[in-house]
């Protein structure tokens, strides 16, 4: 626009000499001619001498109203321009979005963002809808479109303030005082374990076990003869509850192992001393049934020697005790020598301030509520007392002990029920009492939000594994399809799609058939977290998908069945209970139910379910083999048929049943018989020792001397499923 205005000022100047020029040469003429017509014509020798000046302001005056003009109309333009890249619409884009999410981003249709890739290098004949875009397309698309640029990044929430409750620092020395041991029973299933603590506490915990199996923790206050008190836990001894035995060993102060003379080291016996040695505990050996003959206690000391666990015979530091739980000889001994231990390790606690514990238990009980059984640690419980364990929080209204008597204050060491909680904490929780209930949601809201982060971030990675996934397949696709020519491309996609058929009813029948959905109830959360553990184990899901909808602790519900239904599934339950009202409701909405009170039985059950889900495998029975001693043939009509002259080495052959024809171990044929004759008869079953004469249905078959004929049958058997849980 500059430029514009000097070549205007230079065209005005040039104008401006020109004139002036004129005027001077003008005013020589004027000057002769003056004294010739200034007497005579004065005033009209004045209109023709011209001032040049006028003329010049007149166009100055012009050059500066152009001016001004064009400067107005330069700071319009501008100011329309800014007003246009301030009104451009913002779209937020990402890496590898999809055609239809860039259309969605910009609020056009996908054939917008096709027709600003028309005349690019990007194949658009292979774009569909669910496309990746590269950085450099979405780029282009927006910026043929008008648009503003804008990456996204992931909103960064606020960093919140950590709101957890934690335990409290050591307590000062001079504040602790004396406690009882907490004493965790370990061993292998069936070794006594229950029977010994049944005998010490005068009671009968082993009767009410189903199959005389402990299946959850037991956490008892023994008083002694003496004086002394101790809290023992009674740990599962069976493979599947690892879990509770581990828990059982974070909590407790010793370890009595209990191994049978008879029996030796087991499985589990090996595992306990594991976690012994995890939490570092010390450990009491009770070597039980040393009243049976085939007692061997020496045995078992030098089996355990393999695990690092030396007795003081052996010149190691474990004691060993010698005891029968069924007679009750030695108890009295095992039970000093755990006192003497707890003496040496000079148990103490500090019975004041806020309420430390761990969570040994947890259940559904139908009049209480969520029930909690724990071990306190620190601090003395009360009633009213407000605590957070997990995710769950309760002020206390009832306390008991192991014979469901209500106590007023639980000490440390101190085993306890209690009830109140809001939620059911998973066993293992760790106990904190806090200062109100309000603070105890505050606790439970963080932990909460703490867990959702976490599982935000894990789903985060899995997005953009995925997207990595899918870029990758879609640069290999691009690769594939790149070279081809459209018309090429675009049928190999419609053969790719043709063979993606939707499933046919029956098969989809089928599909389903070879999925197991499952939902598991148990009376305790460690019931519960035990079967599913097992669960996990699962590795036969390429014959039939074992799928769990739903889990929990208490009696079955109507919940439950209605899921069931749905998912078309089985519902398990292991020590609880269903209703008349309930079974019935599961009747009439084909549901099953199956109700179990040992693990073993219930885990065999879940196998038959599965291997009812497997289609049955076809197994040959033999009923009776034939060698070839000769060849011949017969002429039926206008036909010449084969002929195996034979002798029947084992069983029978059934016309009725199949054949197949063995020639070096190699199968040849399969099929049925046309004829079976005895010298010129028809008979249906030729015995061993016989001869006979057959022809095959297949006519194209050569028999050679030397060959066999098997006679068989084919028979249905169930399969049974691969998994095996261990035991």
């Known amino acids: 626009m500059n430029q514009k205005i000097l070549k205007v000022e230079n065209l005005l100047r040039f104008h401006t000499i020109c004139r002036k020029l004129h005027s001077l040469s003008q005013r020589k003429t004027l000057a002769q001619w003056r004294h010739v017509f200034s007497s005579h014509y004065p005033v009209w020798t004045a209109q023709l001498y011209t001032r040049p000046w006028q003329s010049d302001a007149f166009f ?18 501008q100011k329309s321009q800014l007003s246009s890249t301030k ?18 981003a910009m609020e056009k249709d996908t054939d917008c963002i096709y027709e600003a890739l028309m005349n690019t290098t990007i194949d658009i004949d292979s774009l569909e809808a669910d496309s990746h875009l590269d950085e450099v397309w979405i780029k282009e698309v927006i910026k043929k479109a008008g648009m503003k640029l804008k990456w996204s990044k992931l909103k960064q929430d606020k960093v919140r303030e950590n709101k957890d409750a934690v335990r409290r620092p050591q307590a000062d020395p001079a504040l602790l005082t004396p406690r009882s041991p907490v004493v965790t029973i370990m061993g292998h299933v069936d070794h006594g374990k229950t029977t010994l603590l049944d005998k010490l506490r005068k009671t009968q915990v082993a009767a009410m076990e189903a199959g005389g199996i402990t299946q959850h923790i037991g956490a008892f206050l023994v008083s002694l003869p003496s004086g002394e008190k101790i809290t023992f836990l009674d740990t599962p001894g069976h493979a599947a509850f690892s879990a509770m035995r581990a828990r059982g ?13 008879d029996d030796g080291v087991m499985k589990q016996t090996v595992e306990s ?42 010149g190691g530091d474990v004691q060993a005790v010698h005891v029968s739980a069924l007679t009750g000889d030695n108890l009295m001994a095992l039970a000093e020598a755990t006192v003497t231990l707890a003496e040496m390790l000079e148990l103490k606690a500090d019975p004041t301030g806020p309420v430390e514990g761990t969570v040994i238990e947890s259940f559904t009980d139908k009049g209480r509520g969520p029930v909690t059984t724990a071990i306190i640690q620190r601090g003395t419980l009360r009633k009213g007392s ?11 209204r009832v306390m008991f002990d192991e014979n469901g008597k209500t106590i007023n204050e639980a000490c440390p060491s ?6 109140g909680w809001r939620d059911l904490p998973s ?32 789903d985060l990675k899995r997005i953009e594994e995925k997207r990595k996934e899918h870029q990758e397949a879609h640069r290999k696709a691009r690769e594939k399809y790149g070279t081809l020519h459209w018309k090429e491309r675009s049928f190999i996609k419609y053969q790719e799609k043709k063979k993606q058929k939707p499933l046919k009813p029956k098969e989809k029948a089928e599909k389903d058939s070879n999925v197991l959905p499952v939902i598991v109830k148990g009376d305790v959360d460690g019931s519960v977290e035990a079967i599913l553990n097992i669960m996990e184990t699962y590795d036969a899901s390429h014959e039939c998908e074992l799928e769990l909808v739903h889990f929990g602790v208490g009696d079955i519900s109507e919940n439950d069945v209605n899921l069931a239904e749905t998912f078309h599934g089985i519902i398990y339950g292991f020590n609880v209970n269903a209703s008349n009202v309930i079974q019935q409701s599961a009747t009439k909405k084909g549901v099953k139910i199956k109700l179990h009170k040992i693990i073993y039985r219930l885990l065999e059950d879940l196998q038959g379910e599965l291997s009812s889900r497997l289609p049955c495998i076809v197994e040959e029975h033999v009923i009776g083999e034939a060698s070839i001693l000769a060849t011949f043939s017969v002429t039926e009509g206008k036909k010449k048929v084969p002929v195996a002259g034979c002798r029947v080495q084992k069983g029978q052959l059934e016309k009725q049943k199949k054949f197949k024809l063995i ?6 044929w399969k099929g049925s018989l046309t004829s079976l004759k005895h010298h010129k008869d028809d008979i249906p079953i030729i015995k061993t020792g016989m001869d006979c004469g057959l022809s095959l249905d297949e006519e194209n078959i050569e028999f050679k001397v030397g060959d066999d004929i098997i006679c068989y049958e084919e028979k249905e058997v169930l399969a049974k499923t691969s998994w095996d849980p261990g035991f």
Do not use: F
């Open 414 to 419: 101190m085993p306890v029920g209690i009830t």
């Open 249 to 261: 060993a974070q909590v407790t102060d010793i370890v009595i192992l209990v191994v049978a003379a």
């Open 663 to 668: 020639r070096n171990g190699q199968v040849i």
């Open 273 to 314: 001393i594991q976690h012994a040695k995890d939490a570092q505990v010390p450990i009491v050996l009770a070597i039980n049934k040393c009243d049976r003959a085939e007692a061997d206690p020496e045995k078992v000391k030098k089996e355990l020697l393999a695990y690092d666990v030396v007795c003081e015979d052996y």
């Open 386 to 396: 407000i605590l957070v364990a997990g995710k769950s929080w309760a002020k206390v």
């Open 60 to 77: 100055g005056a012009a050059l500066s109203q152009y001016r001004l003009l064009v400067t107005k109309k330069e700071e319009r333009s």
């Open 87 to 104: 009104s451009k619409k913002e779209v937020e884009v990402w890496i590898g979005m999809t055609v239809e999410e860039l259309a969605r």
């Open 427 to 458: 066993a293992g929780d760790e106990i904190l009492e806090v200062e109100s209930e309000p603070r105890a949601r505050e606790v439970v809201a963080w932990r909460k939000y703490e867990q959702d982060q976490e599982r935000n971030k894990e």
